[in-house]
């Protein structure tokens, strides 16, 4: 019960962190306006209105989930962990009673929630149909790609000395891991390089399902996304260990 409580304690410090920082919020805000605008914009040119083709589809839902799961975790995290570093809370909690265990579930446990949310509110403002097939698929990779998101999130917090530098190493993660699948299309270079992201798994997964295929997961999707939530928490594991948070 005790544990149960520390968590719980944990998860309602970055409750208020997260949702008293207006800059951070603004993300889920704008993955959903950038979904909705996009959808409303190709359906104007559209002639005679009607459905979006599957291809515009696929764009539209790729992009939202790619923007979601990426920026959202990242920087949400990353942030609130940047945040307690300049307030020097984070090592008050860290020599309290506060485990690593449930230090790290605390941190993930809204934003991992909130980008859940926002997977769910994609869809029908993609404009997607989706199959009944595909949303237990839908569900299981969009955890497992904002579980990792939010690890890697935790991963920049604790490299970054203060907001500001939380955002600049987010950067260069969003371009990679946002960027390089949105794109793919584009580039036989970039198509190749987005099936060895997680976040390459969604857009694989987001064309099938708007063109109204059922999508059936590979092994190289099952080991992208396995290898790669892997390495975050090892990685995690280690700077925590080393920077002296583990007691």
Same mark, same amino acid.
């Given at each position: 019960?005790?544990?149960?409580?520390?968590?719980?304690? &944990?998860?309602?410090?970055?409750?208020? =962190? /997260?949702?008293?920082?207006?800059? &951070?919020?603004?993300?889920?805000?704008? =993955? /959903?306006?950038?979904?909705?605008?996009?959808?409303?914009?190709y359906g104007t040119n /559209?002639?005679?209105g009607g459905e979006l083709p599957a291809a515009l589809m696929a764009i539209i839902l790729n992009m939202g989930l790619s923007f979601n799961v990426s920026m959202n975790g990242f920087l949400m995290v990353g942030t609130?962990?940047?945040?307690?570093?300049?307030?020097?809370?984070?090592?008050?909690?860290?020599t309290s009673s506060v485990t690593g265990i449930q230090y790290f579930w605390?941190?993930?446990?809204?934003?991992?929630?909130?980008i859940m949310l926002i997977n769910v509110l994609i869809l029908p403002l993609s404009g997607c149909t989706v199959l009944p097939e595909n949303l237990p698929v839908y569900f299981i990779i969009t955890a497992l790609s904002g579980f990792t998101s939010c690890i890697i999130g935790m991963i920049v917090g604790i490299f970054a000395k203060n907001q500001m530098s939380a955002n600049l190493i987010a950067t260069p993660l969003l371009f990679v891991f946002a960027l390089v699948p949105i794109f793919g299309n584009l580039s036989e270079g970039?198509?190749?390089?987005?099936?060895?992201l997680f976040t390459g798994v969604l857009s694989a997964m987001a064309e099938r399902m708007a063109a109204g295929e059922v999508f059936r997961p590979g092994i190289l999707h099952i080991v992208v996304l396995?290898?790669?939530?892997?390495?975050?928490?090892?990685?995690?594991?280690?700077?925590?260990?080393?920077?002296?948070?583990e007691k």
């Open positions: 019960m005790k544990n149960v409580h520390k968590f719980l304690a &944990v998860t309602d410090i970055k409750f208020q =962190t /997260l949702f008293q920082n207006m800059t &951070v919020m603004l993300g889920p805000v704008m =993955t /959903l306006g950038l979904v909705a605008g996009m959808r409303y914009l /559209l002639a005679g609130a962990i940047a945040e307690e570093k300049e307030k020097h809370t984070l090592r008050v909690l860290m605390g941190t993930i446990c809204i934003p991992f929630l909130m970039l198509a190749k390089a987005s099936q060895f396995a290898v790669q939530m892997a390495a975050a928490l090892a990685v995690f594991l280690l700077i925590y260990k080393r920077n002296g948070y």
